[in-house]
């Protein structure tokens, strides 16, 4: 059979206004419509979408040879503290997230005031937003629209200022560099540069390093630190979460559904009361790990922190269209034949919000990742990393982050919305981009004063 529901009225749609978040419900509508496989045009471009737990990872495990290879659509290719008042944390987290690469990489942290540092991590910023705006989607469809289409160029520029950026990095490694110590990947590779320095096939090269270090850079900071962005205003939406389940703060009732308190309805009195006691987050970090600062040991302990960690992930949907593969040879699928060379999106929502294996798959619920008895259970369909050969490079440190960012955090803070806001008035609405931020808003870290 031939892969041919060709859903024109998508190609129309999708063109009006071309944003990868807009995409992703029309999407996941027309999978309910016709089926868990189908062909939509964007522009010009055939693209197959694979819906549904089954088929995405149908696709990804049992077919990955065939779905094996990474798509690069055309903009791609073309780039080859504030003392409980409120505050907007993504610059910040961004910065603390970045650092961590950085020590990796470059083997030293920079000072959160650097001013090449933060300018790097802004253009990085900035092009993952541009990335997914209708601009640059019109030009993934028409790349001979590329010359009219100004922030193509200013995503080229942005990439172009952060690889001189590390080039000049690496260049200071060069001449800095002493005997085999290394101390980050940067000195490891140049170390290994030069035993293939005689070797004119060699990978190890100067522009391998500063792309490898660029993709490093770009994959391991704007997802984590949207995710822990995401963390700290689901911690304040959901307050239940975050606190204790007594009488004032709320909990589960005898249904084991949330009972979510509204804090700011509540007297000063009331409001400092709540604040001054550790919620069930807080609860097990204290019991857990009191004090001292937190280690992924303490995690095998910690079944409900571990809950909530995958229920954000899940929740956010951070990457809902995954990225795009493309097949390396025709391929019969599930009934369909999918021409070689045609991409593939993989459409992760469709399994992170698959009814046949999430209880309340648009709410956010923790107890997706729990039994009757509190205990920590994995869900199959739980793949915010995508699956197969193309999984997340980054999952493991992603997860490391996630945990050790989360505890601190909560050890030390209590996240509330600003005066004046309720926890309904909090957005859960994401930004438009490459990836699904959370609408910036301020939010109040009120420091727990036993910690």
Not at 191 to 208: I, M, R, T, V
């Amino acid at each position: 059979m031939s892969c041919n529901q060709r859903v024109r009225s998508s190609a129309v749609t999708s063109l009006t206004k071309p944003t990868l978040a807009f995409m992703v419900v029309p999407f996941f509508q027309l999978s309910k419509q016709y089926g868990s496989v189908f062909t939509v045009y964007l522009g010009p471009r055939r693209v197959v979408v694979l819906a549904g737990y089954e088929t995405v990872m149908d696709a990804l495990v049992n077919y990955e040879e065939e779905f094996g290879a990474r798509d690069i659509w055309p903009i791609f290719r073309d780039t080859n503290k504030e003392h409980g008042k409120p505050f907007e944390a993504r610059q910040d987290v961004s910065v603390a997230v970045s650092n961590i690469i950085c020590s990796i990489v470059y083997g030293k942290r920079f000072e959160y005031s650097d001013p090449n540092f933060v300018k790097m991590i802004k253009r990085t910023a900035e092009n993952t937003k541009i990335v997914g705006m209708p601009g640059i989607q019109i030009y993934n469809c028409f790349p001979f629209l590329g010359p009219l289409i100004s922030s193509r160029a200013k995503a080229i520029e942005n990439m172009e200022q952060n690889k001189a950026e590390i080039l000049s990095f690496v260049r200071e490694s060069q001449r800095c560099q002493q005997g085999d110590d290394a101390k980050g990947f940067i000195d490891a590779f140049l170390h290994k540069q030069k035993q293939e320095s005689q070797n004119p096939n060699s990978l190890f090269n100067d522009e391998n390093l500063v792309v490898t270090v660029l993709n490093l850079f770009v994959a391991g900071t704007d997802t984590t630190a949207m995710t822990i962005c995401w963390c700290l205003l689901l911690m304040a939406k959901y307050p239940e979460v975050q606190r204790k389940e007594d009488g004032l703060v709320g909990g589960f009732d005898s249904h084991s559904h949330l009972v979510c308190p509204r804090i700011l309805s509540l007297t000063t009195d009331d409001q400092a009361c709540l604040l001054s006691q550790p919620g069930q987050l807080q609860q097990e970090i204290d019991n857990t790990i009191g004090t001292r600062p937190p280690k992924m040991e303490d995690q095998k302990e910690m079944t409900y922190t571990k809950a909530v960690i995958h229920e954000i992930q899940r929740f956010s949907n951070i990457v809902p269209l995954n990225l795009p593969h493309k097949v390396t040879t025709d391929v019969h699928f599930r009934g369909y034949l999918i021409p070689k060379g045609t991409t593939v999106i993989p459409l992760l929502t469709s399994v992170l919000r698959d009814e046949a294996h999430w209880a309340t798959p648009n709410e956010f619920n923790p107890s997706h990742f729990l039994d009757a008895d509190g205990n920590f259970v994995e869900n199959k369909a739980f793949l915010p990393f995508s699956a197969g050969p193309r999984v997340c490079v980054g999952k493991t440190l992603t997860r490391m982050e996630l945990f050790l960012f989360l505890t601190a955090l909560l050890q030390n803070f209590t996240f509330t919305p600003p005066p004046g806001v309720t926890t309904d008035q909090l957005d859960l609405t994401p930004a438009i981009g490459l990836l699904l931020s959370p609408t910036p808003q301020e939010l109040c870290a009120i420091r727990r004063s036993q910690n």
